[in-house]
Structures are given as structure tokens and as C-alpha cells.
């Protein structure tokens, strides 16, 4: 049973832990560790979610993302998600925290009440080399930065809504690139 901790909403540890399930029943606020690959041809390492993932299987997502276990540092979780859900071993340093978010969805039974903590790693990858964790990603591909703006634009449901990520997402890469957009 994987348990998390609980936080104000102002991301302040109140202090206790509760199951992931019970987190997301009463709408408890947790945090989660997002990591997106970016490779030197300016695409971004996305995965398809597994069909037996409890939220938004089957859709198109970050490139890592999972739960902060109780009593686990942020950074820890990301380096554990990466490894378990793609098969790499990172270190720290591999990563670099662009912001923190809150994000809150409701659909009936499932409150998901979130800080999302997002780092990026540039990173030049062979999707071939990676191990997917059969049990949540389903496949992975790199797609270009300026298509993957266009989709997310478009609300194309074949993606995970994250709109306050991707807008940071697309203003670091702005930044980390110089890119104009027409």
C-alpha cells in the first residue's frame, strides 16, 4: 500500500500520511514529481499511459511523472519514477526544477489535489534503449516542441490536460532556446 504525505494547500507538510487511495477519496493535498526529457533537437520525451492506470489511461503524458511517497524528498521520487517507469538511472544533478504547481480535478469517487513539483532533463535519449514499466506506460516517443504546443492549443483529448504545466514548460523551453513562435 503506498502512502503520502499531507499538505495545506499552501504546500505547507501538516505533519501527517495517509494512503494514496484515501488521499484521492477526500481530496487531501499531496505532492507528485513530473519529469520531462528534452532531447537537442528540440523534442520532448512524452509517454502513452497504460489502459490500466486508475486516471487518464490511454492518453498521452509527461514523460515521467509519479506520487512523492511519505517521508521520501521530491528529488528522490523523481530519480525513483524515472527509473521504474523507463528504465534509467539518473542522479540528481541529471535534473533541474523549473516550478512547483497546484492542480485539482474532480470526476465522481476521485479528488486529485496536487503540487506538482516539474523538472526537466535535457537529455539526448534512443527510445530503444529504455524500459517501459509495462504496468503504466504503454509506449513512449519523442515529439517536436512546436507540435507538441500546437496539440496541447488544440485541447486534443488525446492528452493529459496540464495547462499551467505546459505553460511552463513552453516558457522554459522559450527561454532555454530563444524560440520565436510564428
Request: net charge negative; charged share 30%.
Amino acid at each position: 500500500m503506498e502512502y503520502v504525505d499531507i499538505y495545506n494547500s499552501d504546500g505547507t507538510y501538516i505533519g501527517k500520511k495517509t494512503t494514496r487511495d484515501e488521499a484521492h477519496k477526500k481530496g487531501f493535498w499531496h505532492k507528485s514529481a513530473h519529469v520531462w526529457f528534452i532531447n537537442s533537437n528540440k523534442e520532448l520525451l512524452i509517454q502513452k499511459r497504460s489502459l490500466l492506470m486508475d486516471s487518464h489511461p490511454g492518453q498521452w503524458d509527461i514523460s515521467v511523472a509519479g506520487h512523492v511517497s511519505a517521508d521520501e524528498e521530491v528529488i528522490s521520487s523523481a530519480l525513483r519514477e524515472v527509473q521504474e517507469e523507463i528504465g534509467l538511472k539518473l542522479k540528481a544533478n541529471d535534473l533541474f526544477k523549473i516550478g512547483e504547481l497546484k492542480q485539482s480535478s474532480r470526476r465522481e469517487g476521485y479528488i486529485n489535489n496536487e503540487i506538482n513539483v516539474v523538472y526537466i532533463v535535457e537529455m539526448d535519449l534512443n527510445i530503444n534503449d529504455l524500459v517501459m514499466q509495462a504496468e503504466e506506460v504503454s509506449e513512449l516517443k519523442f515529439i517536436p516542441y512546436k507540435e507538441l504546443k500546437n496539440i496541447i492549443e488544440n485541447n486534443n483529448p488525446d492528452f493529459v490536460a496540464h495547462s499551467k504545466e505546459y505553460k511552463l514548460l513552453f516558457n522554459y523551453m522559450f527561454k532555454l532556446w530563444n524560440i520565436i513562435d510564428s
